[in-house]
């Protein structure tokens, strides 16, 4: 009988202890992000919204599909009255043939004071924040705009943000106003299905935009196509650009001037 290797079985039982060791460590530190979970997550929410410093603007832009009690229309209300801007776009998506969200923004907007001469609804059939960018940008280049507002919900502001100064023509500063959703609190968003999924939506919705929006840069011309099968359709026709509003999307082989941008206003 062979006796057993006593460098074998050192070895051996040298390799338990340390996995046990591990094990203990991944557990302790399992055990320490439970403990510190409350400000880390309320630092990420903290990251999450975006509101930037005041100043002097063209326009403000209240994009569209706002919360039930329209937290959005309330935020662009107290920037008008604040003197932020002269003018308010209600930036809606069409529900019926004769009337959208922008109706209900203004009238939210009208409720608060602001006159309707210093409203502009904005219809369109976008379905994201990425086509609403995209059509919004055809009024910005119309009216000349340098320096636009974009009022939106909190949890949505850095999404927002990135996409509009993406999209958005160079020379066009392009800040973001957080409304408060009663939904969205960076104090305990974790804590509730709402703020959860928000927050959720809005993480996979910012890594969508960067992969679209990757070899993206502003510029004075038409930007292409907003989502993954436009993405696609670029790669395979590098000429192809898109023109109009969201609501009349058309093909064009070569880039639309600027003068020929057109959008519908009411």
């Not at 904005?122 to 009216?143: G, I």
Request: no cysteine; charged share 20%; proline share 6%.
């Amino acid at each position: 009988m062979t006796p057993a290797n006593p460098t074998a079985r050192n070895s051996e039982r040298g390799g338990i202890f340390f996995r046990l060791m591990a094990l203990l460590v991944f557990a302790l530190l399992l055990f320490v992000l439970y403990l510190v979970r409350r400000p880390i997550l309320r630092a990420a929410g903290d990251y999450w919204v975006v509101d930037d410093p005041a100043s002097q603007a063209d326009a403000l832009i209240v994009l569209s599909d706002d919360d039930f009690i329209g937290s959005r229309a309330a935020k662009a209300a107290d920037l008008y009255h604040e003197g932020r801007a002269p003018l308010i776009v209600a930036s809606g998506r069409m529900m019926r043939p004769y009337a959208g969200v922008g109706e209900l923004i203004q009238r939210d907007l009208t409720d608060r004071g602001v006159p309707t001469s210093a409203i502009l609804i904005y219809r369109h059939n976008a379905r994201d924040t990425l086509d609403e960018a995209q059509t919004l940008r055809s009024l910005v280049v119309q009216k000349g705009w340098h320096h636009v507002v974009i009022v939106t919900s909190n949890y949505h502001t850095r999404r927002a943000r990135y996409v509009f100064q993406k999209v958005f023509p160079l020379g066009v500063q392009v800040d973001v106003a957080a409304a408060k959703d009663p939904d969205f609190d960076v104090s305990d968003w974790w804590e509730h299905k709402a703020g959860l999924k928000a927050f959720l939506h809005e993480l996979a919705g910012l890594a969508e935009a960067k992969w679209v929006l990757r070899h993206t840069e502003p510029t004075a011309g038409v930007i292409l196509g907003t989502h993954f099968g436009r993405g696609f359709i670029g790669k395979l026709w590098p000429s192809l650009h898109w023109q109009g509003s969201a609501d009349n999307v058309t093909p064009s082989p070569q880039p639309v001037p600027q003068d020929h941008l057109h959008v519908t206003l009411t």
